[in-house]
Structure formats: C-alpha cells, structure tokens
C-alpha cells in the first residue's frame, strides 16, 4: 500500500467532500466539521450517486439522490447492507492530505 | 435443555417468514435452525419481479432477509443448494452434492415453478429451454428478460394472466412491440368477467401491448433460438424472445419421492403439517389444504403464523382454516383489484354493477346474504382497501349498496380506521396488520418510512402506501401526549418550530453548527437536519445568517437541479413566461456552445438546459447573463401568467405586468417549502393561478382575488380565496405578508396545501387580512428585509463561495519525481 499527498485540506471546506484522482483512481474525500477526514469510493453503490455532494453530519454522508446514509468510517450503510469502499486516510502535520491507495 | 434441528427446505416467501414466526416466538432457544435455498441468495420479495422487468426498482430494492441475517439470527444457510432426498426414516435431508443433514422438525417451503407447456420446438434436445424463451418466477429468470428485451424487436408472452400482463407491461418500457397470446376467450379468467375482461383489454392495447385472444400455440419456431410462434389456426407471428407465463406447478416431487401423500401439492392437515408424518410441515405453494393450493402470498403468511404457533408450542391448538383471495395487478397504468368470485352462481346472488368503458371503469360485487363474495374494481380503485377487509372479514355490509362502490361523503377515513379491528392486514403482501403498525409505532417509529422500513409495510406491491400512512398517522396522533417529537421542526432538536425560533434569537444563534453546539443533543450534529435549520436562520436573519455552505442540500450549493447522472440542471429567469427574440438567440448560442444534451420548456414557463456538469456552470451562466430561476431550491420558484390585458380579448387586468412584479420582488426568497406562483387576467385562469401556492386571478375594476394553499402536483387542491383587493400593490402586500407567515410557521417541507388546512383560512385571513394579532407590520417588515438581502447565487461563476466549488474532480498534486 502507498500513501500519497493529494492536496492541501484546505481543497475541502469544512463539511463537505470533494472528489480527486490519484493514480487513476476516483476517491471521495470528506472533511467534516469536528475536522475530520474521510476517504470512500465517489458513487453510491445504489444508483452512482456523487456521494462527495451529499449531506455530512459527524461521520454521516447522506447520497443526494435518494438520501440512503453510510458510516464514512466503516462505510456501512445505516440501517442496511450496502457497504462503500473506505480508503485510509490523514492529514500530515503540514495540512497535506494523505491517502493511502 | 437441548435444542431440536429444525431443517427448512426452501428459502423462498413462505420458508424464510416461517422462520421469522418461530423467531418471533422465542425459536432462537427452542431449535437449531439450517435452511437450504436452491437459489444462490437470501430470501427476496418475489412479487417485487414485475417492478425489476419494467425497470421502477433495482434489484437491491427487494431483498427481505439479506445474508447477513441469517447470520445475525443462528440460521445455517445452505444457499445455491438443491435438495434431492429425504430419508424419513433416518430423518435427513441430503442435497445435489451430497451434504447430509439431520433433522428432527422438517419445513418443506419448496414454492412452485413456472410451468412450461409441452409446445413443440420449446425445449432443447438437453431438456432445457430454447435460447430466447424464459419462464418468469426467479431473479434469474428476470436477468435473463431483461437482457434479451434489449436486444430484442418483437416480443411475445403465453398467457395472459396476472403475471403475463406484468410480464408484458414490463417488457414495453425496454422499447419491445409486445405480444400476448391467451388462450382463454378473456384476459385474466381467475379474477375478471368477460365484460371486465374486455375493458382490460382495452386498457392493455391503448398501452401498446397487442392482446390475442382465444389463440392455441402450437409450436414454437426457430431453429436454436426462438424466432416465432405457430398458432392452431395455423397462422404465425414472428418474435425474437419469448416469455411463458402458463401457469405454475408446484416443487412437490420431494414429498412425492419421500412418500408423502402428494395431490395437487403436498397435503397438510389444519395445523399445516404432513398428513403421513407428524415431523415434517409444509407451506407455501407447495402445500396442499383442504384441496386448496394457493399461488398468492397473502395465505402463507397465515400459514406461516400456524406453522410457527404450532412447532413452538406457543399454542398448540393453532389451526389454519384456508384464505380468500383478492389480488391487486401491478401493471402501470392500470388499476385493477379482485377478490373472491367473478360471477354470480346462486339465483339469490346479488350483483351491483356499474360500468363506463370508455374512462375504463368498471365496478362490480356480488352479494350473497348481504355479504361479499366476489368484487371487481378496474379503473377507480378508492374502495379497495374497505371491500377487501369486508371480503376478508366476512363483514355485513351496508343496506345502501351504492356507498360500496362510490363514496357519498360517507363516514370520513378516520372513522374507518379507527373502527379497524387491530388485526386487519392493511400489507397483503407482506402480511402486516394494523396492530403490527401500532405497536411499531409505539415503539419510537415516528415517521411512515420508519414504520415502512421496520415493518416492510407497503413494501411490497406498493398499493397500500396511503393506507399505511394513515393507520401510521392515526396511531401517532393517538400518541400525542406522550410524544411530542413529531412536533419538532428538526428531530434532533426536541422544540417546536416557535419555540425553536424563540431559542435561536435568544441565543443570537446565526449559523446551522451554532445551533447544533447550542441547542442538539451533545451538539451532535444531523445531516438530514442541517438544510432546514439553514432554512430557517435564513428566514430569521436574512442578510446577518452566516452561510455555511455544507449546511445546504447540493442544489443550494451550486444553485443548479441535480440529475440522476450528477450534472445539474439551468433554467434561467424569466417572470411569467416572457421573453424576446434575442434572449432566445442567446439561450440558443449557449446550447451550441457548450453542448448542452437538452434544451426543455419546463411547465413553469421557462427554459431548461439539461445536463450541464458541474465545472461548466460558471461558464454556461457567464454566457447565459441572465439571472438565476431558483429552480432547485426551496424557495421562491416563479410567477407564471397569461397575456392578459394588453392582448387577449377577455383580459380584466394586467397579469403580465403583475408576474413579472411578483418575481422581481420575491425571487430567490427561501421557504419551507417551494412558493409557486401565478397571476391570471381573468377567471379563465389559463395560468392556472387559481392551483398555485399564491395566485392572483383579475375579476375586472383593478381587483384582483387572491388564491392561497393551491396544488396541481403530487397533490391537487383548488386554492382559497384569502381576500379580494383593489390594485397591484394590494397584491404584493398580501402575497407577501401570507408568504411571511407561512415561512415563519410552516413545517419544514410542508407546501401551503397542508399549511392552509393545518391552520386553516379563517385563522389565516385573521392574521394576514384583518390583522388580528397586530403582527401585520412586523410580517410586511420582514419580508422586506428578506428581499433585500437575496443576492443572484449565480454571481458566484466569478467569486466562488468555497474552495473547489464547481469542481467535479481535483487531481491529486502529487510531487515531482516522487515515485
Ligand atoms: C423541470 C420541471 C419539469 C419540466 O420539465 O417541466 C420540474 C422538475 C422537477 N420537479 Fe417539478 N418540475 C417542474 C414543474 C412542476 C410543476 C408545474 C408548475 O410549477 O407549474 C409542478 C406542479 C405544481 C406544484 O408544485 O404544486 C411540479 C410538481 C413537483 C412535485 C410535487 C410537489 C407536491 O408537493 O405536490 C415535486 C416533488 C417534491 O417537491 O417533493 C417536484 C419535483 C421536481 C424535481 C425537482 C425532482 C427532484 O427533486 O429532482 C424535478 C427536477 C428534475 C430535474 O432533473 O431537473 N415537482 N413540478 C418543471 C420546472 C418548472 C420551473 O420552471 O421551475
Ligand atoms: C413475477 C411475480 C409476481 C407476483 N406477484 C404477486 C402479487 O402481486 N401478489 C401475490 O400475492 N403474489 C404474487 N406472486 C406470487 C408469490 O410470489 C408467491 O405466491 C410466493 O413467492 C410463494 O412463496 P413460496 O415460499 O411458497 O415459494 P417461493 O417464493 O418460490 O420460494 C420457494 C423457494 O424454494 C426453493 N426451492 C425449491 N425447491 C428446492 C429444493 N429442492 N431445495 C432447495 N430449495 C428449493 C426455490 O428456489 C425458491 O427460492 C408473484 C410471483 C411472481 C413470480
Ligand atoms: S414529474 Fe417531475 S419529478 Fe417526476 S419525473 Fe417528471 S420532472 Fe421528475
Ligand atoms: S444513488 Fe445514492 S441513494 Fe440512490
């Protein structure tokens, strides 16, 4: 596994996700209020939703399509089964985002 | 004490909800429960086929008990796994690859299959089915339609029953000309008349399914796929697929080989168990009761109970004395619901009939001894609920037949529920009861999805939903004092709207996360809470709410419609509907420019770019330089109007001009809800004013009525008239003053059709009109204050608000020369 420098948090206002690319690969990542962040697969397992536009709450993201909610830490969906993928992520004491792929 | 084996054979509708009902019944303790599933996943709402083959669920939609729930429960699944044998004697089960398990209490819950009539040229030499024909009973079966559909142009179904006409509808949404061949004299035999046949008929073709009847196949052409079908009276007709929707046969061959006694299906007797061997039980299809097999669900969730009741022993005396049928079809477009007998046999039967085959409208009951035994209702279904709970019950009806079929204003809903025995099944298809609603209710599920999702209510075919939601609403009204959390405007928040209003000025609280550290429990904060709280700081601060961008729903973030692909949605300003020439030519220029998919006229009188990504809507709105529709929000949307006086021959007053007042006043304003307006030059009302949130209708010397708590959505509701005023500006004044009172008192998405009759005209027409509360003033004041602080989001194309705010994908900003 390797970890690579995606940006700076600042990329991402608080609250919300964005998605990047690394290596050819799509990530969500999430910065919540309490600052922290979360890295998932970028499309709803249901119908592709953007998850990054969805609605974040402590360690929720809610898909904007037809609001089905997921745990960004397990990537469990509440209260069903669908499971998103989740990346291993932090922020290095510079404020660079580090995502490991 | 050591647990029994319980060995269930079929993980199908009836297996995996007996097993509930023994779970429900303290199971876990009593058995050691293994099941085996010939198909390879957990049980799924069979039902549900029609709803994945024409494409309104996805196939995820419709799992009841996902593996994870075996597990959770103890169960050993043995999914993909076929039974062949049973040993009575040795008391075991054993599969296709030879795994061998031991019970002491055997279900068999085998269901049935498609039946495949033996036409020539069906089957291959190897017994299976030719390339391009399908039966229609599994998620297989349904794959497999689905991807021939798309490849196919013509397509034909055999059989013209409940699943055929399914099956059929299904198939026209893949864009197939579709064929039914029926071979009886009308459509649906089991559950229609020939007159009700015939009018179903009728609705079929207008859709676009060609209907056949009284046809024989004969063969089946094609050499290794099927490439048509040959008919008895010696014509043909070409296909490039084929689904057989014939019938069904029940999965009985094991008891057959284990020595059961096996008619139809397996017999049972009353407490659902085999006749020849007090160990093994049978539900579902594949059972046999007094003669009767059953191919619906409704019954083997009563068999279920009775199976479960008597293996647990939480009462032995349980006995299963048969089921009724009624059945809804779930073709779009066509409401059908049967029960019971199709026609009447006794010379003291009593048929009421009424019929209008031209609006497909067909109605009729038959009465024996002042009870129902048998009903027809196609095209107006509203009595549906009520006939089937008297047919199930066996109810008395009323003296005054005509009530059964319309109603006259009759005893309100309310009363209909509340005199519901608690255990009418108000889900057939999942065999959910009113008391079942209640109890979950009671239990801390507030909402009608919560209830829905925990029960699997109006989960199923769908067409009890509004039932659902008021036995729900009934239940929860009921609990109004001990639970107040429906009141709250956020549930994470326990104070009412005023109350909550109340603390946030209080506390000068101006931001979504400032409310959430004051006033949510431990300052957690909710998602699904943030965007009408951001609603409403706005409504309360206008221009001092700080905007935290998160807090709001995407649309509000970057002032577009989100799709179903992602990209968003542009529709321009444009009050009442006019335009020019040239904005047109540049609307135009933008769509060329830069490829906009669609261009629409949206039924609120304006322009709809279709499609635009996210990182090219600055783009689109620099070129456009027009300003923003607020199409996407809760807010303000438009004011649409007529011609009007200038121009149309009967015009009273200027609804033109007032539109595109109205919308320069009120654009962008948020609200709890979207605010649709329109003004009309006359009582024509060709805008449609009189169906809006806010309409103004001309009725000639400069007055204007004004409409309130209109609909023509979802919901449909003629507006009232709130007061009749004397010019343009008496309009404003008002629309504005009512739009202020529905913003600060109205629930978070409830449009004014609810707000009115929650508040009700009078108390409104007191408050906005005549000033009641002295708080007309304060009302007009905020309003203005609101519109003076709505700025055009779209501005944002040159001074974004957030950091990668129209981005759709960043690239990472790996280092150079790293590896
Ligand atoms: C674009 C438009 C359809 C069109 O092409 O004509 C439209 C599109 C949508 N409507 Fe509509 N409605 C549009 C006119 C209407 C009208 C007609 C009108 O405004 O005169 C109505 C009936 C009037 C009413 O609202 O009462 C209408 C009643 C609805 C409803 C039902 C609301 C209700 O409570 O009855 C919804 C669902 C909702 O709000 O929850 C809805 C929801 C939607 C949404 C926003 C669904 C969504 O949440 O994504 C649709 C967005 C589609 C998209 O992909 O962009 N739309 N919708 C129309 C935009 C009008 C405009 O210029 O702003
Ligand atoms: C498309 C469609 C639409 C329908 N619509 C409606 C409707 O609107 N209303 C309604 O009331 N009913 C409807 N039905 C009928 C309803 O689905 C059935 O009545 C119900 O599923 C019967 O349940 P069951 O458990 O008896 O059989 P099933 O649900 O078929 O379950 C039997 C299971 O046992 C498995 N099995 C069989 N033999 C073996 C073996 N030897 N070893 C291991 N496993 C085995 C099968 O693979 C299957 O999974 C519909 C059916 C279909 C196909
Ligand atoms: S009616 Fe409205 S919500 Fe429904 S599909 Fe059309 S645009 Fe979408
Ligand atoms: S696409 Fe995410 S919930 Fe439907």
Redesign the interface.
Known sequence: MNE????AL???????G??????GV?VAVFHT?RGEIFATQPDC??????LA??????S???C??H?R?YDLKSGKEL?A??VLKTYRVRTAPDGTIM?AL | MTKQRLVVIGNGMAGARAVEEVLARGGADLFEITMFGDEPYGNYNRILLSNILSGVQ?K?EI?LN???WYAENNITLHSGARVTDIDRAAHAVKTANSTVVHYDKLLIATGSRAFIPPIQGVFQADGSLKSGVFGFRTINDCDGIVAAAKQSRKAAVIGGGLLGLEAARGLLNHGCEVHVIHLGPHLMEMQLDSQGGAILKAGMEKMGVHVHLKMSTTAVLGKDKVEGLAFKDGTTLDCDMLVVSAGIRPNAELGTRAGLTVERAIVVDNHMRSVDDMNVYVVGECAQHRGKVYGLVAPLWDQAKVFADHITGANPQAQYVGSKLATKLKVMGVELASMGVTDATEESDETVQFSEPKRGIYKKLIVREGRLIGGILMGDIEKAAFLMQTFDRDSPLPEERLSLLFDLGGPSQKVTIDEMPADTQVCNCNGVTKGKIGACVASGKKTAKGVM?ATRAGMGCGSCKSLVNEVVAWFAGGALEEDPSVHYYVPCIPLKKPELITAIREQNLKSV?AVFKALAFDG????????PLASLLLTLWAGEYED????R??ND?VHGN?Q???TFSIVPEMPGGITSAAELRRIADVADKHNVPLVKLTGGQRIDLVGVPKDQMPAVWRDLDMPAGWAWGKSYRTCKSCIGIDYCRFGLGDSMGLAVKIEGKFRGIDSPAKLKLATAGCPRNCSEAMVKDVGAVAIGDGKWEIYIGGAAGAHVRKGDVLCTVDSEDAVLKLCGRFMQFYRENAKWKERTYTFVERIGLERIRAVVVDDADGIAAALDDAMEVSTAAVYDPWKERDAPK???QF?????????VGDD
């Open positions: 690579y420098p995606i940006g600042a990329q991402i206002p608080k609250g919300e964005r998605n990047f690319e690394v290596e799509k209020q397992p249901h119908r592709k939703g953007p536009d969805g609605l974040v709450g402590e929720t993201v809610v904007p399509l609001d909610s209260g089964d669908c995502l | 996805d995820s799992f996902p593996l994870d999702e996360s957690r904060e909710d998602p699904l809470s943030k965007p935290e961008r998160d807090a729903f995407i973030r989100i179903k692909d992602g957030t950091a990668n981005a759709t994908l960043i690239p990472a900003e790996l280092p």
